[in-house]
């Protein structure tokens, strides 16, 4: 059996057992999924904040190494995620699921598919919040009532990820279930499209950078990151992008490659 056959013996035993779980099909599954990948994907960078002020190694790979997380701050946040999950996630997702019941095939998707599709899904989500993200700083009475809440805190950490208003909340839990469903992606590759792009936007906020961050690993400075967002938090008018760089450095709103940040700081 070759490496790509084991693989995809191991998607469909995978596949067979997941949509063999009544959760899946349940009204509540998607909120219950929501929540529970993003507090996940949280908990290893709050462990980190909490280890921050007293490790000179952990504070060695922060953004802002001034910058520190209260306990009031992260309670803020995560109190505004509870409420948006709460108050219109799961309402949402309650009509979703009547309206359009969970399909689940058989076969699972083949890996070279999934990972082409969660590629293409992201570059999608990636234009579609840069231009929203950018409409929503350019147009002043856009930015006052629906993305102010975002820019509460200047220097970024995980739980800021979800710190946002209804509007904005809304908008982006449409783009990233719009992506798969325009490019009729298998419900397998659905999930782990939700989950990677979870998992790159709270790192995008995280405040951290380690040698293995994604930015790091990915190529020639086409993705942006933890470091981009961050400055983005900061200055406000730089790096609308999530995660790539191609549409900042083409409307010439790119600022901060590798190495950059701190002589921007010195220099503000
Ligand atoms: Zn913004
Ligand atoms: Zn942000």
């Known amino acids: ?3 790509s056959e084991g693989t995809g013996r191991l998607l469909q035993i995978f596949w067979d057992w997941l949509r063999h779980q009544n959760l899946l099909r349940s009204p509540f599954f998607p909120v219950f999924f929501s929540l529970t990948v993003y507090l996940s994907c949280c908990l290893p960078y709050v462990c980190l904040d909490l280890l921050c002020s007293r490790l000179t190694l952990v504070r060695r790979f922060k953004l802002q190494p001034l910058s520190g997380v209260t306990w009031a701050m992260a309670w ?12 219109f996630i799961f309402p949402i997702s309650v009509v979703h699921w009547y309206w359009r019941p969970v399909f689940s095939p ?6 070279l598919t999934v990972v082409k599709d969660v590629l293409a899904c992201l570059l999608l989500f990636d234009m579609q919040y840069f231009l929203w993200h950018l409409l929503h700083h350019k147009v002043p009475w856009l930015y006052h ?3 102010k809440e975002h820019h509460v805190y200047t220097a970024t950490f995980s739980l800021t990820t979800e710190n946002t208003g209804a509007w904005e909340t809304l908008s982006l839990s449409f783009f990233a279930a719009l992506n798969p469903a325009l490019l009729g992606c298998h419900p397998l590759t659905e999930l782990f499209f939700f989950v990677t792009n979870m998992y790159l936007s709270v790192e995008a906020h995280s405040g951290y950078e380690f040698p293995w961050s994604p930015c790091r690993l990915v190529p020639f400075g086409l993705y942006g990151g933890a470091r981009h967002h961050d400055l983005h938090h900061l200055k406000f008018k730089v790096n609308y992008a999530p995660y790539f760089t191609h549409w900042d450095r ?5 600022q901060g490659t590798q190495g950059k940040l701190r002589d921007t700081l010195k220099r503000s």
């Open 250 to 254: 083409l409307l010439g709103t790119l």
């Open 106 to 111: 058989a076969p699972a998707p083949e890996l």
């Open 1 to 3: 059996m070759t490496t």
């Open 145 to 147: 009532f629906f993305h």
């Open 76 to 87: 803020r946040c995560l109190r505004k995620t509870l409420h948006n999950h709460i108050c």
